[in-house]
């Protein structure tokens, strides 16, 4: 693996290479982790299929003209990225109530939320990524008030585009996960991932789980459900293409 660079972090799901030309290849592992990797176990084709769906929604993001980081697919494990300073923030967009937020309400996974809602969570293992106001990025973290509200906005347009293609696929997208980093002119964009491990996706008629949650409650079998997420998202494409 050295072909792909200097190795210079190794996370849960993936390991980042820097090239020689400065931009980064992202090298997607078999394993998943959850309750912050406090489960983890390896599925085998898991790295191959979030690399499938990550790249072709990034593609397919690139088109709706958002700017994600998103250069081109290395081989069947990796793809190549803008260098970015990642923003230490996870942005969660809601269209239904489920995850952490049903839990915390004490209120029914599935109810509608219109509008969608938008989360900042501040990115560190250790304290477990706790839920913040924009105030306490602001105040605490040293975010600036206009990075937040490019990270809302474009995390809503991200919102409409998936939305959009995850129901041409059959599926509903009830929330996910993004990450954003800058460039060094400054410009915001989207990075990391976008997969059935950040975002929750169900089946518009059976109402099944064809994500993450499979493993975190074992709900059956995850590679099923990514494998099936991969080929609804690839025939949709080919819908429009
Ligand atoms: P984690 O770090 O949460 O365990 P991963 O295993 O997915 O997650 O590691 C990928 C890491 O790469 C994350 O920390 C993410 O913030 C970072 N990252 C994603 N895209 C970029 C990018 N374009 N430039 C720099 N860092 C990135
Ligand atoms: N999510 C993620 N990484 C995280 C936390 C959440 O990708 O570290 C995604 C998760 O898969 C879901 C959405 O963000 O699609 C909202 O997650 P939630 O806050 O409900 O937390 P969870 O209960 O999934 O940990």
Redesign the pocket.
């Known amino acids: 693996m050295a072909a792909y660079g200097e190795r210079i972090y190794e996370g849960k799901a993936k390991i980042l290479y820097k090239t020689s030309r400065g931009t980064l290849v992202h090298f997607f592992k078999d394993f998943a982790t959850?309750?912050?990797a406090q489960k983890k176990q390896e599925f085998e084709g898991k790295g191959a299929a979030n690399l499938k769906i990550s790249s072709m929604i990034f593609e397919y993001l690139k088109r709706t003209g958002i700017r994600v980081h998103f250069l081109k697919l290395i081989d069947e494990r990796s793809f190549e990225s803008e260098a970015l300073t990642m923003l230490p923030v996870?942005v969660?967009v809601?269209n239904i109530l489920?995850?952490?937020?049903?839990?915390r309400l004490q209120e029914k996974e599935g109810l509608p939320l219109h509008p969608p809602l938008v989360?900042f969570?501040y990115k560190s293992d250790e304290k477990g990524?706790p839920?913040v106001s924009d105030d306490i990025l602001i105040a605490l973290y040293k975010q600036s008030p206009a990075d937040l509200k490019t990270l809302k906005e474009m995390a809503l347009k991200t919102n409409e585009a998936l939305k959009k293609l995850f129901d041409r696929a059959g599926l509903i997208l009830?929330?996910?996960?993004l990450e954003f980093g800058k460039t060094a002119s400054g410009e915001i964009i989207l990075a990391d991932e976008v997969s059935p491990?950040?975002?929750?996706l169900w089946d518009k008629v059976s109402g099944e789980k064809l994500?993450?949650?499979r493993f975190?409650f074992d709900l059956g079998d995850l590679m099923t459900g990514y494998r099936q997420v991969c080929a609804r998202v690839e025939a949709a494409l080919k819908e429009v293409a």
């Open positions: 959850a309750f912050n996870e969660v809601r489920a995850g952490s937020l049903a839990k989360e969570y990524d839920l009830a929330d996910f996960k491990d950040t975002c929750r994500d993450k949650d975190r």
